[in-house]
């Protein structure tokens, strides 16, 4: 099997980033390139919500620097990607037009639904063993400019999901408010972080540890970066943690970034991240932290390779998004949902009466009459229904029936394009109290904005 090019592009909120993949179905992936700008968009934007003209020029200046190099990797299959950024700018709808008109390039606008997905997926490309780690309480940690997401899964399903208004731009513009005006800003900037993140274990995990972290993105594998002397590879623990908080918590980014040989922008993202990891491991109590240096672009050559087939995934986590996106705790997929649903049968008069007018009436008795699942099967196998009325043959085909959905107790169903959805409307104790304690977190939250 032949070698595929493809390059995956993120318009992030403090840097622009290119990858370039060779993907093989034998052999997996490989990166060939990694092409990285610099920048501070989301640092304006995430506070005037606008993405300034400047701004747009040099997004399309770096845009069609990264198109020149994919040329010359003849690479004629990408995908261009723009996050919460330009996603959150009230001009968004602008700034994109303004993008494909002067580069020609299609930005795609995840949701944080659909970016988490493909960080999800990123993690596929990593040696480590996923389904092993996540069969205990473990939960996957992405720090983001924006906002911090984090996932919880259990026996290899994700059970909640949630995001934290607490991205690393965000708090180092926090820090940056107070530092000057606050003796000691860092026990200001750790009880910030600290009050979303007790919201979040009174809210969600309650009295349930979590056993390990995943931890993913860029931000993990800068921190990595700091203790070269302790030679870690794949895993963390919260001393070690704690070890590099101490040894950065009064050092400025400057100094960081020329020790370390880290970029400014990434040297002033440290003391946040390092501080959400410290305060969740402490609020988790979890014992691992796997480091999964994966990113967007990571996900992306997996997602292409996935669906042109050249791929099979180990876990595909398209179920656990979907329950995250619809809000409901599990997703089955079925092609019989005779359990949930049944169907009712009613003639189609301007047919069924020219053709048996006299046995009209005794055509509706028998229809009201049959079994809704076996009278469904019996016209999908052979395309009619056959009985008889007054003892003559009634035959009739799809077109001379009105057919609806009867829902079942408990369930609320909808179909389209023989495609049926049911919701399961049962409400249990624990629901019930999950539901109270939601809408408790969400009213603090909306008076805390105001």
């Given at each position: 099997m032949g070698i595929?090019?493809?390059?995956?592009?993120?318009?992030?909120?403090?840097?622009?980033?290119?990858?370039?993949?060779?993907?093989?179905?034998?052999?997996?992936?490989?990166?060939?390139?990694?092409?990285?700008?610099?920048?501070?968009?989301?640092?304006?934007?995430?506070?005037t919500r606008k993405i300034t003209f400047a701004q747009i020029e040099e997004i399309c200046n770096v845009l069609m620097e990264f198109q020149q190099r994919m040329r010359e990797y003849a690479i004629t299959e990408f995908r261009c990607y723009a996050t919460s950024a330009i996603r959150n700018a009230k001009n968004q709808v602008s700034v994109l037009n303004q993008i494909k008109i002067r580069t020609g390039v299609d930005v795609i606008m995840l949701s944080n639904s659909e970016l988490r997905f493909l960080m999800y997926k990123g993690i596929q490309v990593l040696d480590i063993d996923f389904?092993?780690?996540?069969?205990?309480?473990?939960?996957?940690?992405?720090?983001?400019?924006?906002?911090?997401?984090?996932?919880?899964?259990?026996?290899?399903?994700?059970?909640?999901?949630?995001?934290?208004?607490?991205?690393?731009?965000?708090?180092?513009?926090?820090?940056?408010?107070?530092?000057?005006?606050?003796?000691?800003?860092?026990?200001?900037?750790?009880?910030?972080?600290?009050?979303?993140?007790?919201?979040?274990?009174?809210?969600?995990?309650?009295?349930?540890?979590?056993?390990?972290?995943?931890?993913?993105?860029?931000?993990?594998?800068?921190?990595n970066r700091l203790i070269p002397e302790l030679h870690l590879t794949d895993t963390m623990s919260y001393e070690q943690i704690l070890y590099i908080y101490k040894k950065i918590k009064k050092a400025s980014y400057q100094d960081i970034a020329l020790k370390y040989g880290l970029s400014i922008e990434d040297a002033r993202m440290v003391l946040p991240s390092v501080l959400i990891y410290k305060t969740f491991l402490?609020?988790?109590?979890?014992?691992?932290?796997?480091?999964?240096?994966?990113?967007?672009?990571?996900?992306?050559?997996?997602?292409?390779?996935?669906?042109?087939?050249?791929?099979?995934?180990?876990?595909?986590?398209?179920?656990?998004?979907?329950?995250?996106?619809?809000?409901?705790?599990?997703?089955?997929?079925?092609?019989?949902?005779?359990?949930?649903?049944?169907?009712?049968?009613?003639?189609?008069?301007?047919?069924?009466?020219?053709?048996?007018?006299?046995?009209?009436?005794?055509?509706?008795?028998?229809?009201?009459?049959?079994d809704g699942n076996a009278a469904m099967d019996e016209l999908n196998a052979n395309g009619c229904l056959r009985f008889e009325v007054n003892g003559e043959e009634v035959v009739l085909n799809r077109e001379d029936l009105l057919i609806d959905t009867a829902q079942m107790e408990g369930y609320v169903s909808e179909d389209d394009n023989g495609i049926t959805v049911v919701l399961d409307t049962n409400l249990s104790p624990e629901l019930l109290e999950e539901g109270f304690v939601r809408e408790i977190i969400s009213k603090i939250q909306t008076m805390r904005k105001e």
């Open positions: 595929s090019p493809y390059a995956a592009i993120v318009i992030g909120s403090k840097n622009m980033l290119m990858k370039v993949y060779e993907i093989s179905g034998g052999k997996g992936f490989r990166t060939v390139d990694e092409i990285r700008y610099e920048y501070e968009l989301g640092k304006e934007a995430y506070f389904n092993k780690i996540i069969e205990k309480n473990t939960a996957i940690l992405d720090i983001g400019s924006g906002s911090v997401q984090v996932s919880l899964f259990d026996k290899q399903a994700l059970y909640m999901t949630q995001n934290l208004d607490i991205g690393t731009v965000k708090v180092r513009g926090f820090l940056e408010s107070v530092e000057n005006n606050v003796l000691d800003y860092i026990s200001v900037l750790e009880e910030y972080i600290q009050y979303e993140f007790d919201m979040f274990k009174s809210g969600y995990l309650k009295d349930k540890d979590i056993k390990n972290v995943i931890a993913i993105g860029d931000e993990i594998k800068n921190i402490e609020r988790s109590k979890a014992d691992t932290v796997y480091i999964c240096a994966t990113n967007l672009c990571d996900g992306s050559v997996v997602d292409y390779a996935q669906e042109t087939k050249k791929i099979k995934l180990s876990h595909d986590f398209y179920q656990d998004i979907v329950a995250d996106e619809l809000n409901v705790k599990n997703v089955k997929f079925t092609d019989d949902v005779r359990d949930f649903t049944s169907y009712s049968f009613k003639p189609q008069l301007k047919t069924v009466g020219p053709k048996y007018g006299k046995l009209l009436g005794g055509i509706k008795n028998v229809l009201s009459g049959l």
